[in-house]
């Protein structure tokens, strides 16, 4: 599998591999977004109280086959998007964004950018796949404009399950 560093959205928009030298600004962004990244449950905020934890995940992460870029937008670091691979050639997407970067399009270029190149240049030919919260409609419509169509019907668990690619083990 061939993992860029870094991946150019746009003009304005850079994907580029987490480094130790990021840690303040994740802890900054992270900090500043305790209640706009706890709304849904994801726990992004409660796994990273300190600065010390975030270069603990940095230095010794608990999934290091997870690829964590940081959103770069003319320079700012506004967010993050990430790849957990799978055993068979597709993975899973996860994001999020600082509410104050919402509503300019920047997750769903950085989301689309990485997963057309999760699909096309990584060999994650058997697609990726995303699950979200059933009332995080911000997500959702996120996913939708990439391309993703919804593989459940969120009747079970809080959370529906999205798909884009060929998907043999998601449908």
């Known amino acids: 599998m061939v993992v860029p560093v870094e991946l150019i959205v746009d003009d304005e928009i850079v994907l580029r591999l987490y480094t130790l030298e990021d840690a303040d600004v994740i802890f900054d962004l992270i900090d500043r977004n305790r209640d706009h990244l706890n709304q849904f449950g994801e726990g992004t905020s409660d796994k990273y109280l300190t600065r010390e934890s975030v270069v603990e995940s940095?230095?010794?992460?608990?999934?290091p086959e997870k690829l964590r870029y940081g959103i770069w937008v003319n320079d700012t670091y506004?967010?993050?998007v990430n790849l957990?691979?799978?055993?068979i050639k597709q993975a899973?997407?996860?994001?999020?964004?600082?509410?104050?970067?919402?509503?300019?399009?920047?997750m769903t270029r950085s989301v689309n950018c990485l997963v057309d190149s999760a699909i096309n240049e990584m060999g994650f030919e058997f697609g990726v796949v995303?699950?979200?919260?059933i009332d995080n409609t911000a997500s959702r419509s996120v996913l939708e404009r990439c391309g993703f169509h919804?593989?459940?019907?969120?009747?079970?668990?809080?959370h529906l399950f999205y798909g884009k690619g060929e998907l043999p083990l998601g449908e």
């Open 58 to 63: 940095l230095v010794d992460p608990p999934k």
């Open 78 to 80: 506004v967010g993050t």
């Open 84 to 87: 957990t691979p799978y055993a």
């Open 92 to 106: 899973e997407v996860g994001c999020y964004l600082g509410q104050e970067f919402q509503r300019h399009g920047y």
């Open 130 to 133: 995303a699950e979200v919260h």
């Open 150 to 158: 919804q593989l459940t019907n969120g009747e079970v668990l809080e």
